[in-house]
């Protein structure tokens, strides 16, 4: 600025200030487009192929073929979806506070690079919706949920405006689906915090848009990378909100195709949702030799939670080799979910071995070690807190059906003496008992002892009569008496049991959308 007031002195026109700053402004402005013409989003193979391997966490791998691409061309922005992924997960599996803050960081800067895209991009909407909710998910694993709900708002919203706008693109559906169900499963009570961020969903179509993605993940070369990802979800949806498919051939054909493909033992969570697919779902000892023979080398970031996993398959048919599994996860001093589930089972180890000193000295662990973020951490802690140790009939009895042993349990849950037993474990012998006949499609025996756990336990905290009334429910779904399946979901809403409520008040919110089509 001197130097012009010297030149205005000297007698420098004007005329000649207004080129200088026409010149300066013209350069700018070719800065500016320079920059902003030049940035893509090219998914590329070699991105495609980091997907893939941040994926199967092989996170070194996925690191290395990004900065690889980047170095060539530092304007495709596809190394943001790869990298948030590839921190993420490292974030999951490690849980380092640290690390956290920085992905945070990374991701706010990722998300202000792909702002900058055209609206033109099909990739733009989509990427955005992912990073936030990338972020989202670590916010709840830091259990900042207040601003993870934000976060997972901003993800719907760029996810609902790109399939307005580019409707056939396929990566829509990924991430459509989850929030779909998310949203559309939220219990009544929960009803007014989705209202006030404007978030709505709906099951059924979540579902059909899993299975729409999945199906372009295996006929699309370009979305092959995703196929794992999307097998995990359709396989969990299908699990959590879809009992009619989950009843048909459907599951166990998928699982044969990723045998085919050669991607369960490439892949760990692919692994770990297949064998909690088939522990969930009477093919316990097909999911334990998968596990046993799973076989990841040091170029894999470990899944610590297939040592839970793998524990619980071999509890559930009463092997004595499950508590190595669950003393390997609870010695990892990075665990934090499931590490006071995991002492609960430790503990119950010893009991069903009649050694009550050991339960008691293990289940004390629960009240020292872990998160109670978790469902089956929540159910331990309130175990752990009500010092009343579980029957030891009715424990084998419950580990035996959830491994899909009906035979045994029915002989196991025999061995208790029902007129001895305090009130809560006559409801749950009464439960466990309905369990079992559902299963063996004993219908009328089955209702018969739901309808005893619901007068013996609905104004109890035990969850035994709300998941009672979301079975009953069920089979009046089943046979098409609508306005008796109703009724048996709301009543099951209005429970409020101590322990697994969030899942079952979701499959009953879900019924009852169901029953709205």
């Given amino acids: 600025m001197n130097i012009l007031l010297n030149k205005l002195n ?57 900065s690889i691409e980047r170095s060539k061309n530092s ?3 596809a190394y943001t979806l790869v990298d948030n992924y590839t921190d993420l997960v490292n974030l999951v599996i490690y849980t380092d506070e640290n690390f956290y803050k ?14 900058k895209l055209s609206n033109d991009n099909p990739w733009r909407a989509a990427v ?49 689906s989850l929030l779909n169900l998310a949203f559309g499963s939220i ?42 990802e999307a097998l995990c979800l359709r396989l969990t949806l299908i699990n959590m909100f879809d009992p009619n498919t989950r009843k048909t051939n459907t599951p166990r054909h998928l699982i044969k195709e990723a045998q085919n493909h050669n991607e369960i033992y490439k892949n760990q969570l692919l692994l770990f949702t297949v064998a909690d697919y088939q522990m969930r779902n009477n093919m316990n000892d097909e999911a334990i030799k998968l596990l046993l023979n799973a076989k990841f080398d040091s170029s894999y970031a470990k899944l610590e939670n ?19 599994y669950f003393q390997k996860y609870v010695q990892n001093k990075a665990n934090k979910n499931y590490v006071k589930a995991s002492w609960q089972r430790i503990a119950w180890h010893y009991l069903l071995k009649n050694n009550v000193e050991k339960y008691y000295e293990n289940i004390k662990q629960v009240l020292v070690y872990g998160n109670s973020i978790t469902e089956s951490d929540q159910s331990a802690l309130v175990e752990a807190k009500s010092l009343s140790i579980p029957n030891k009939h009715i424990l084998a009895t419950q580990l035996l059906f959830d491994g899909g042993y009906y035979k045994q349990a029915l002989s196991e849950i025999k061995k208790a003496n029902y007129s001895k037993l305090k009130l809560e474990e006559k409801a749950e012998y009464n439960y466990r008992l309905a369990r079992i006949y559902d299963e063996v499609n004993n219908t009328p025996k089955a209702i018969e002892h739901y309808n005893l756990v619901v007068e ?59 029953l709205k089509q």
């Fill in 75 to 77: 304007e495709n922005l």
């Fill in 187 to 228: 219990p009544e009570s929960m009803k007014w915090a989705a209202s006030l961020l404007s978030m709505k969903g709906d099951v059924e179509t979540g579902l059909k848009e899993s299975a729409y993605f999945l199906n372009h993940t295996k006929n699309n070369e370009d979305f092959r990378c995703f196929y794992p």
């Fill in 10 to 66: 000297k007698g420098v026109s004007l005329h000649y200030i207004q080129k200088c700053a026409k010149l300066f402004l013209f350069c700018t402005f070719l800065y500016v487009v320079k920059n902003t013409k030049s940035q893509t989003f090219d998914f590329n193979e070699n991105y495609q192929q980091a997907y893939l391997q941040a994926s199967r966490m092989k996170l070194v791998e996925a690191k290395k073929i990004t």
């Fill in 306 to 324: 297939l040592n839970y996993l793998t524990g619980i398959a071999l509890q559930n048919k009463l092997d004595d080799r499950a508590i190595l």
């Fill in 456 to 514: 013996q336990a609905s104004d109890k905290p035990w969850f035994f009569a709300a998941n009672s009334l979301l079975m009953i429910g069920l089979h009046y779904e089943e046979i098409g008496e609508k306005e008796m399946a109703k009724a048996n979901y709301k009543n099951c809403l209005k429970l409020n049991p101590n322990r697994y409520k969030t899942s079952i008040h979701q499959k009953a919110k879900a019924g009852l959308n169901r």
């Fill in 128 to 176: 955005l919706s992912e990073l936030y909710f990338h972020k989202a998910s670590a916010r709840l694993i830091y259990s900042e949920n207040i601003k993870a709900a934000f976060d997972i708002r901003k993800a719907a919203t760029n996810i609902n405006y790109n399939k307005k706008i580019h409707l056939s693109f396929t990566y829509n559906y990924k991430l459509s």
């Fill in 102 to 115: 920085t992905f945070i960081s990374n991701s706010v800067s990722r998300i202000n690079s792909v702002e």
